[in-house]
């Protein structure tokens, strides 16, 4: 038997007051014929939870069951009374018996406190009619899993009762009972249950007492048939006579259903207030709300909570408390509770450290004082958050006045939920925008190779006046699970809206910043990603301005200027324009008899109908769509025992949203599947695709149980305690935020333990870091005047400041930036410019004669100045000979591969000498710090010349491996218009843009190496993985939840083309040889067929044949399989192990072009006679080729060189067959080229280089 998920019911409740006791009392009302009555205890009187039906056949097995039944602690009696003497005076007790039956309820419902929940202010009988009322619920389990309650209080006059043949006369007292009829969900559908019981109360009110349950049992069994809407666009629709009832879905798989009013607490507080109530929630504070409306506690409640998404409230959570449960408020633990206005002086007089929120009033006390003394939220956020929150409409009633009045109640509320929605979604953004403001530069601070969050520096970013609310907000149990999704890299929509502001940021930076203060080491290295952006390197006018000109970049590092980041304002509409994707509405047919078995599996049938209906006419660019459709026939078709159809539904699901799968449904239903059916589904190739897909996870994620619980714990950096080895001290300076780069760390620890063993005690490491934070801080609080700043550019920091020294310019302190030198004079601060890195001639350590001694000082000459620079640096002019050196070869190596990252590398070793001198204070303080000039002892050891050619042609670098510890290697490249796509290992995908090469986004496309990418059309760009998937990622949205499954080998080649009927299809090749055709609209498969070959590597299609390579041979094959033309090298023949890496065809010139990953001779084929090739071209000191691409008339092929055995590139002419240039740009391998609108080449290389260059072609 199939368990599915929860769907819109768990059960139907009906709480009141017993019959015998309201037997009772109305008989004691008759005698005494007053009008106080005593308070009742209120019982659960009915329980209905499906299923509510089962197959004819076998009763007692349903056909599908959603929750696990057990008994229940409940007896439902049955009184049966002897017979009565004449004088109407009853048995005696023993002449009565009682009779109870079981009520069966689902496992995980307790019904102890639901009475009292129900009735929280109690059972009260009345002697008048009174008004329905609705209130809300919310019970938490040992797990933190929450239920939802709506229930409904309503009154029924105490009808004749049968006894004996006659009835009580209602006339001669009238007796009010309330019930209550609650109605328990796994979600919070609280607007449509609500409108669900308002329907129910129509069809009671003038019902006979004796069909009273029958009654509710059919209610409950019709909502037992809806089925729950999938994250996404679709809501699902009911009809509940009088009113069309509306589920409306999540917004994705991450975020919570939303059916509430979340304008309420806008209604009730002040901007100020509610963000105090906030500030206390995120401090997990003990917090009450006080209200004489049990609804308005629950709705408030629930609503600051979703103000407060992605953080979770992890502490104890009850909105309605009833009378009896007052003592809960006296736990030690944080809590949100909610409780009656009328005690609200009991609970503030006793009990301590209580926030007292009164709804009603719109007022914030403590329990201890009149006035709340926790820290507030930053003032940045805060005025931001009531800025925004200013411009909301949350009044209805204006969005009425130029409207008519509406005569149908149905589409008056159409008209009020669409308004709602609207509004709803404005104030997720604005307190999406809160949160984000909060907890930006977060990630800043996380190490996420060892699980690390270094709390301290992140403090250190804060602007004083906030350090106590983030100190406060550190230590709760809601920020720890944020940062551990954090860690865990989850994107949702803080991730989006996280990187939307820092995309936003980064663009306006050099526009709106002016210098500033050195930044943190973790923006430091961050800024590497792009090259200052100088005139020269902006947007060029050709070719639609989608590539930048790049004759004339200046390679010089965007280091990010640091202000302390609760300062930083965001712009009010910033990462808040999200897509609003158009909402539709599936309506349900309407509800059959539903307690009958053969009724229900009709309705389901009703419902395939319209879902075939509406898949049939839904286009396919309306992939999200089609999913959510897909979805919900799998749904159905689960729940009416047609698991086979169901499976066929959720494997589509991977060409349409693969996001919303359900993983854990599918694994459950395939698991229960009956060996009929198993029979059945090897028949249907569709179905077996999806359970080896299963199978596959299944086993990776066995593979990975070991990590499982790393990934739920999060680490604070603490200073070591024990000695460490380089294992340890590599892992140490990554988790403190210094430095990431495992070669960088390596030469720190060699500096660090000159003259020891090599080993670093716990206290140098402390005395390391402390001054490396404390440097950083100096140069942090250096404030330079307005006639200094103008001096220089936007993007430029002071990282070093000597102390005040005489020099041959005058008596000042020297100041390093990652441009140049500067003398900052004393007296009235002025700037003298010493020199530009890039144009100093020499550096060396002088001495200058002071009286009788000679003073150490540091001399530089400049080019084009006749007079050297000195500086009696005195102590320092050892330490500053080796930054300023270090600064100058850094900055000619960067000038000379077009590389920025080098002067950002030589500007990190320049400060890490800084810290060791300081931490050593010994003799061999230099000598240790000069383990750490490593471009200097390049530019001393090794010939720094670029060849002419490669400085000539080389434009730009990027290196993508630039926040990970180690370089990976660069998988694929490709390019698509004013966008460079990259691959690095394990499936991840970075964007950048073309026109200033900074990255704008990051995927995650599966977890295995990519080996191929396809831009197919204006939205698509497919990728070729490792583990047999296709994936298809959005250009529009820049999200991959679409995949082509069919393959059952690794994807390795990737292909577009028309068929005979114009018709654009896609061709993929797998490892083992099997070749598609796709469909690009619908993503179907039209065909395959098979190879036979040695690894199948890539495919391409020309005049009607495709053109197919593997490591033994490249084949035409005719588009319906068939091989045409099979090619062999004669040395292949032979038996020599020469194996083909890739192939180029040159159809203007009939050529086919084949290179080896073994070998340096390209083979030239004639595309008509393909016995031999044409000609045999040996490329100069090339030990194996691996790409290849057609740029204009020259052919680009990356290689390995052999003497060097490093990256080279060749530029061959197409016709002519001869070698032009030879370039060296990379010291591994090159594995990828692209071309740039035929303007540029980009090339990636192997894993111990890991960059991208960028070329010009001429």
Not at 90 to 96: E, F, I, K, P, W
Not at 451 to 472: H, W
Not at 578 to 593: C, G, H, T
Not at 1175 to 1204: M, Y
Request: glycine residues 4%.
């Amino acid at each position: 038997m199939t368990e599915l998920p929860s769907g819109l019911l768990e059960a139907c409740v009906v709480v009141g007051a017993s019959s015998d006791k309201l037997r009772d009392i109305y008989q004691l009302q008759l005698q005494s014929r007053s009008s106080e009555f005593p308070s009742l205890e209120a019982e659960v009187l009915q329980v209905h939870a499906p299923p509510f039906v089962s197959k004819e056949t076998n009763s007692s097995q349903p056909a599908f069951s959603r929750v696990q039944r057990r008994k229940s602690f409940i007896k439902k009696k049955r009184r049966e009374r002897a017979e009565t003497a004449s004088n109407g005076e009853s048995a005696t007790r023993g002449d009565t018996s009682s009779v109870t039956e079981d009520i069966s309820v689902p496992k995980d419902l307790d019904l102890i406190a639901l009475p009292q929940l129900c009735f929280p202010g109690g059972l009260q009988l009345a002697n008048e009619q009174k008004d329905d009322t609705y209130h809300f619920l919310v019970f938490t389990d040992l797990f933190g899993n929450r239920t939802h309650g709506v229930v409904v209080q309503y009154y029924r006059a105490v009808q004749a009762c049968q006894e004996n043949g006659h009835r009580w006369n209602s006339s001669k007292c009238r007796l009010f009972t309330p019930f209550t009829i609650c109605i328990i969900s796994k979600f919070p559908y609280y607007n449509a249950l609500k409108d669900c019981l308002s329907c129910l109360l129509v069809q009671l009110r003038p019902a006979r007492q004796s069909d009273f349950e029958e009654k509710i049992k059919e209610f409950s069994a019709k909502l037992s048939l809806v089925p729950l809407p999938p994250p996404g666009q679709l809501h699902v629709s009911f009809n509940l006579q009088p009113l069309q009832v509306v589920l409306p879905s999540r917004g994705d798989q991450d975020s919570p259903v939303i059916d509430i009013d979340l304008h309420l607490p806008f209604l009730c507080f002040s901007h100020a207030t509610l963000l105090q109530i906030l500030s206390c929630l995120l401090q997990e504070q003990r917090v009450v709300l006080f209200s004489s409306d049990w609804a308005r506690l629950t709705l408030v409640s629930e609503s600051l909570l979703l103000y407060l998404q992605p953080l979770s409230w992890q502490q104890p959570y009850v909105p309605v408390l009833a009378r009896g449960m007052l003592d809960f408020l006296m736990a030690p633990t944080a809590f949100l509770m909610g409780c009656h206005i009328s005690h609200f002086g009991e609970v503030a007089a006793e009990t301590e450290d209580l926030i007292l929120v009164n709804v009603d009033e719109g007022l914030i006390h403590s329990s201890w004082s009149d006035s709340i003394k926790l820290p507030a939220i930053p003032l940045h956020a805060a005025e931001s958050f009531t800025s925004r929150a200013e411009s909301l409409q949350v009044h209805y009633d204006l969005e009425l006045c130029h409207l008519g009045s509406g005569t149908d109640v149905n589409s008056l509320r159409t008209q009020r939920r669409d308004w709602l929605r609207r509004l709803n979604t404005q104030i997720q953004n604005i307190a999406l925008e809160l949160v984000v403001n909060i907890f930006k530069g977060v990630q800043d601070f996380l190490n996420h190779e060892h699980r690390v969050f270094n709390s301290e520096e992140f403090l250190r970013t804060r602007e004083p006046t906030d350090q106590l609310f983030y100190k406060k907000v550190l230590e709760t149990h809601i920020f720890h699970s944020f940062l551990r999704d954090r860690l865990n890299r989850k994107r949702d929509a803080y991730s989006r809206m996280e990187q939307s502001v820092r995309n936003h940021a980064h663009r306006t930076r050099a526009m709106t910043e002016t210098p500033s203060r050195r930044p943190p080491m973790s923006e430091l290295s961050r800024s590497g990603y792009s090259s200052y952006t100088s005139p020269d390197h902006r947007l060029s006018k050709k070719l639609g301005a989608s590539m930048p000109n790049l004759l004339h970049t200046d390679a010089l590092t965007v280091l990010i200027p640091s202000r302390h980041a609760s300062l930083r304002k965001m712009t009010p509409d910033i990462g808040l324009n999200f897509q609003n994707k158009p909402i539709r509405i599936f309506r349900l047919p309407d509800f059959p008899p539903p307690l009958a078995y053969h009724y229900v599996q009709k309705y389901y049938s009703q419902m395939l109908d319209s879902l075939k209906s509406a898949i049939d006419t839904t286009p396919p660019e309306e992939a999200a769509l089609l999913a959510r459709y897909h979805y919900l026939r799998g749904l159905v078709n689960t729940v009416s025992n047609r698991a086979l159809e169901a499976l066929e539904d959720f494997q589509s699901l991977y060409k349409t949203d693969a996001d919303i799968f359900p993983t854990q449904m599918v694994k459950s239903l395939v698991d229960s599947l009956p060996e009929t059916e198993r029979l059945m589904m090897e028949k249907r190739p569709e179905i077996k695709r999806l359970i080896s897909r299963l199978k596959r996870d299944q086993e990776r994620e066995r593979a990975q149980n070991g990590k499982s619980y790393e990934d739920g714990t999060v680490k604070r950096f603490k200073l070591p305690k024990t000695y460490m080895h380089l294992e340890e001290f590599v892992k140490g300076v990554q988790q403190s935020g210094i430095v990431k780069d495992q070669g960088t760390i390596q030469r720190l620890f060699d500096a660090l333990t000159v003259g020891h063993q090599k080993q670093v005690s716990p206290e140098l490491f402390r005395v390391f870091y402390t001054i490396w934070k404390e440097t950083e801080a100096e140069a942090q609080d250096v404030c330079l005047p307005a006639s200094v700043l103008e001096h220089m550019e936007p993007s430029e920091c002071v990282f070093k400041l000597s102390s005040s020294v005489k020099t041959s310019r005058g008596v000042g302190k020297i100041a390093m930036t990652q441009r140049r030198l500067f003398l900052l004079t004393d007296g009235r601060p002025g700037y003298v410019e010493v020199a530009q890195y890039r144009d100093i001639e020499e550096v060396k350590v002088s001495s200058a004669p002071i009286l009788l001694l000679r003073i150490p000082s540091l001399k530089l000459r400049v080019r084009g100045r006749k007079d050297a620079f000195e500086a009696n640096l005195k102590t320092e002019t050892e330490l500053w000979n080796l930054m300023v050196k270090e600064m100058w070869a850094g900055r000619i190596m960067a000038d000379q591969h077009k590389d920025p990252q080098y002067m950002q590398q030589a500007l990190t070793n320049a400060l890490l000498m800084d810290a060791v001198v300081g931490s050593l204070q010994n003799s061999k303080a230099i000598f240790a710090a000069s383990k750490l000039a490593h471009f200097d002892r390049i530019r001393m050891e090794v010939p720094m010349m670029v060849p002419t050619t490669t400085a000539e042609t080389l434009k730009h670098k990027i290196n993508p491996s630039l926040e990970l510890a180690a370089p990976h290697a660069v998988d694929v490249l490709m390019y698509t218009p004013g966008q460079l796509w990259v691959s690095v290992s394990g499936g991840k995908v970075m964007v950048f843009d073309a026109s200033t090469w900074s990255l704008t986004h990051t995927c995650q496309v599966g977890t295995a190496r990519l080996n191929c990418m396809l831009g197919v059309d204006q939205d698509q760009v497919w990728m070729g993985s490792e583990d047999s998937v296709i994936y298809i990622i959005s250009l529009v949205s820049m999200v991959c939840n679409r995949q082509l499954t069919e393959h059952r080998a690794e994807v390795t080649g990737l292909a577009l083309d028309t068929d005979k009927y114009s018709q654009k299809v896609a061709y993929s090749c797998s490892a083992e040889g099997t070749v598609m055709v796709w469909d690009i609209a619908t993503l179907q498969a039209k065909k395959h067929f098979r190879l036979s070959c040695d690894r199948l590597q890539s495919v391409s299609s020309y005049n009607g044949t495709l053109w197919c390579c593997s490591r033994d041979s490249v084949m035409e094959v005719w588009r319906s399989g068939n091989v045409k033309h099979r090619l062999h090298l004669p040395e292949q023949q032979k038996g020599t192990v020469t194996t083909f890496s890739s192939f180029l065809l040159l159809p203007e010139i009939e050529e086919m072009w084949s290179i080896c990953a073994d070998s340096g001779e390209i083979s030239v084929w004639h595309m008509k006679d393909t016995s031999r090739p044409l000609q045999r071209v040996l490329l100069p000191d090339c030990a194996g080729c691996f790409c290849i691409i057609k740029v204009k008339d020259q052919v680009w092929i990356g290689g390995l060189g052999r003497s060097t055995t490093k990256g080279k590139i060749y530029i061959l002419a197409a016709e002519r067959h001869q070698v032009l240039k030879e370039l060296h740009g990379h010291t591994d391998k090159v594995t990828g080229l692209c071309s740039a609108e035929d303007r540029y080449v980009l090339s990636g290389a192997d894993r111990r280089d890991g960059k991208i260059a960028i070329w010009k072609v001429e």
